[in-house]
């Protein structure tokens, strides 16, 4: 794989930071046969150093395509120092956060009040931004696979129940009947709502371009307190329901119990501008959510019927809050629940 010559990245560099930096040193840190990641030491004349990180491509991946399209609407400058293409190779520039940020991996639960609020800030950000790019982002990337056709969407629930069935059969933990009635349950709701999901799928009310790995590890916040947390890594962004990325993070990963997951969704839902709420009312975010659960329930389970992967708290923690939010008579989501504004914590405007 030919690499960008540090003379090139020096001359973006320069024009984008000023022409009194001068390129120190390079170092590897990772290399696969697709992408190279280095890390690029400048100075100026202030002596303060500065560093930047490379992701250099093989070919045009969808990452590289996504961070080119960031750069050029001008989102997540913070982040994003450029995104293109030199010499037929793509690559793109980011600020190295290294030693001002750190992932919030750290942060278990129970979360702060004002560190969930932090986070739900920059959701809400992200994905009102993602809205209003939304027929941009479908004509440069596609729908996924299961969202092109409701013949392809059924294909993808047979599959989910296939792998139920082997996930009944070899669990590697003790499971109980009621366990395995929540997986029917919430095959049984996807499959009967289906056509409302397909219905919703061009209004650009429910779906919008969701990051897809929305975990612990991809976001940092500030080390100093000052601004917003960041997103990185966009390998999985895709179309999606806006809540899959809520359910990814607040219960595979920061589960707090039933109270402080709907003192969540709700600060969530109110930090969403007007225009926004006003076509995505309480009762579509109730059914996004439900929806954003059930799909959701399956994803430890295909961890390890695909992988192998053997990870019975996160099972556990996907079926608890499934059985509270959804099983249990549905009394954790409804239009009231969404609707009425959390008890603590204020809304922001967000834009």
């Not at 019975?312 to 009231?336: C, F, T």
């Amino acid at each position: 794989m030919r690499m960008i010559h540090e003379h090139d990245i020096e001359k973006i560099v320069k024009e984008h930071l000023g022409h009194d930096v001068q390129f120190q040193r390079k170092e590897r840190i990772k290399e696969s046969p697709r992408s190279v990641i280095d890390r690029y030491h400048f100075s100026n004349d202030s002596s303060i150093p500065y560093s930047i990180i490379c992701k250099s491509y093989q070919e045009q991946t969808q990452e590289a395509v996504v961070y080119a399209y960031f750069h050029a609407h001008h989102l997540f400058n913070d982040v994003i120092l450029y995104a293109g293409s030199e010499q037929n190779q793509a690559f793109i520039l980011l600020h190295d956060l290294s030693q001002t940020h750190q992932n919030i991996s750290s942060w278990n639960p129970p979360v702060a009040q004002a560190q969930l609020e932090w986070i739900i800030h920059q959701i809400a950000w992200f994905h009102s931004r993602n809205w209003r790019n939304y027929a941009d982002l479908v004509q440069l990337l596609g729908l996924p696979w299961h969202l092109q056709s409701m013949c392809q969407y059924r294909q993808y629930l047979d599959h989910l129940r296939r792998d139920a069935l082997e996930f009944k059969h070899h669990a590697p933990f003790p499971m109980t009947q009621e366990h395995f009635a929540c997986y029917d349950h919430a095959l049984d709701y996807l499959h009967d709502h289906a056509s409302f999901l397909f219905e919703h799928l061009h209004e650009n009310s429910l779906f919008t371009f969701i990051h897809g790995d929305l975990n612990v590890c991809n976001l940092y916040y500030p080390l100093d307190q000052q601004g917003d947390i960041v997103m990185l890594d966009y390998e999985a962004l895709r179309v999606g329901l806006f809540t899959d990325d809520f359910v990814m993070l607040f219960i595979h990963d920061l589960y707090h119990g039933v109270a402080v997951t709907q003192q969540v969704y709700r600060i969530f839902y109110h930090q969403l501008p007007d225009d926004i709420r006003t076509s995505l009312t309480p009762e579509l975010f109730a059914y996004s959510l439900r929806t954003s659960l059930s799909d959701g329930l399956f994803f430890p389970m295909k961890l390890f019927t695909h992988f192998g992967v053997n990870d019975r708290e996160l099972v556990m923690k996907s079926l608890d809050a499934y059985e509270h939010l959804v099983y249990s008579q549905n009394v954790g989501i409804s239009e009231y629940s969404i609707s009425c504004r959390a008890s603590t914590g204020s809304a922001r405007d967000v834009l």
